[in-house]
Every structure is written in C-alpha cells, then in structure tokens.
C-alpha cells in the first residue's frame, strides 16, 4: 500500500511503500530550507538533482548530488535545503 506524506506546505513530498527489504519513501524537496528529525535510523540517497544537509552535530553544509548517500540515526535532527528541485529514496531501519 502506498502511503502520500507532505511537509511544509507542499514544498516536500514522498511516496512511502513497505516490501521484502522493509519501509521506504521516494521524495521530491522543492527549493528552501527544511528541518526533519527520525524516528528510525534512516539512510538516504540522492536519486536526481543536488541537496546540502547539515547532518546532526555538525555545523557546516554537505553537498550530496545524484547516487550519493548519507545516514541519519534514531531521534535525530538534521536540515536540508535546495536551491532547485531534487529527488531522494530513503530506507528506514
């Protein structure tokens, strides 16, 4: 069953789906700057466009393009931000 999540009016979306490897979203972020926190250990990868990510503890911005990935854990926060559209899958565990 496909599950429809949005986030900041509209300006972040996903498609959430569950199969034999376990729960998953695909999302599009529109331009601007997000905050999220998890409630999984959740490991993401950038399928189209660019994002920078201020993962949690850090202070500065990483920029993560096309096949990159990045790993956020339980009950963290962590920012993204676009300066166009992008698209991402993340894996939740």
């Known amino acids: 069953m496909l599950k429809n999540n949005e986030y900041y009016d509209g300006k972040v979306k996903s498609i959430g789906f569950k199969n034999a490897e376990g729960v998953a979203t695909v999302g599009v972020i529109e331009a601007g700057e997000f905050e999220f926190t998890t409630s999984t250990d959740e490991y993401m990868t ?6 920078d990510v201020m993962l949690p503890g850090s202070k500065e911005w990483r920029t993560f393009t096309y096949g990159k990935e990045f790993f956020v854990g339980k009950d963290k926060s962590f920012k993204m931000k676009s300066e166009a ?9």
């Not at 950038?46 to 994002?51: A, H, L, N, W, Y």
């Open 46 to 51: 950038m399928i189209s466009g660019s994002m």
């Open 85 to 93: 559209p992008a698209a991402y899958i993340c894996v939740y565990k």
